[in-house]
């Protein structure tokens, strides 16, 4: 039974986690959300990176195919109606952010790897949230509310509990919910300054 109840929760976490990138998609299109380009290109960077590893791990590759979906076109609309990716500040943070990736592939150990993922990840969340805390209306209130709901059913859903299995879902959690309760609906008067990023 418990472990019928984790698969459960596995497979909701996975199914809110994609299903939140359609109504996110539908906003960048209607231009109610504008995604910080270097976020989402770090994001899809690290999403390749699990996936081709599952690929030739013969792993979860239909699990972390279907985590890479969202971001690729989120990426692709962020091109267009994105903002960030010009300013001195965002490129040296495209810098270190590289840098820690390529270590990822350099360093052994798990939690080493890990923490160096959750750097780039974490790199690419503090370019959004400084986006945000500009114009909280440039990012979507429910797509980050869901990805908070998909983290803790994620917690939910793990056969052990120790840093590796929750550093990554907890992290979700935080930073999910930062941007969900800091995200406005209504249009903010600075938009034109997220346009300089």
Known sequence: MIKTMKEIFGIAALALSLGANIPYIIEIVK????????????????????????????????????????????LILALKFGVGGRSRFDLIS??????????????????????????????????TIRKLLIDPSSESKWFW?????SGIL????????NVETLLFPVYVIILSSFIFIKAKTSKSKTVAKIEKL
Do not use: H
């Not at 231009?31 to 976020?39: A, F, L, N, T, W």
């Not at 960077?45 to 690729?72: C, D, H, N, Q, R």
């Open 94 to 127: 495209l810098a270190v952010a590289l840098m820690a990736f390529v270590l990822l592939f350099i360093v052994e150990g798990v939690l080493l790897g890990l923490l160096l993922a959750l750097i780039v990840d974490g790199i690419g969340a503090m370019l």
């Open 145 to 149: 509310g869901i990805g908070a709901i």
């Open 31 to 74: 231009g109610q959300v504008k995604p910080e380009r270097i976020s989402w290109f770090l994001w899809t960077l690290l999403g390749l990176t699990y996936y081709f590893s599952a690929l030739f791990a013969e792993g979860a590759t239909l699990f972390t195919f279907g985590e890479l979906i969202g971001p690729v076109i989120i």
């Open 154 to 161: 994620a917690v939910l859903s793990l056969d052990n509990y």
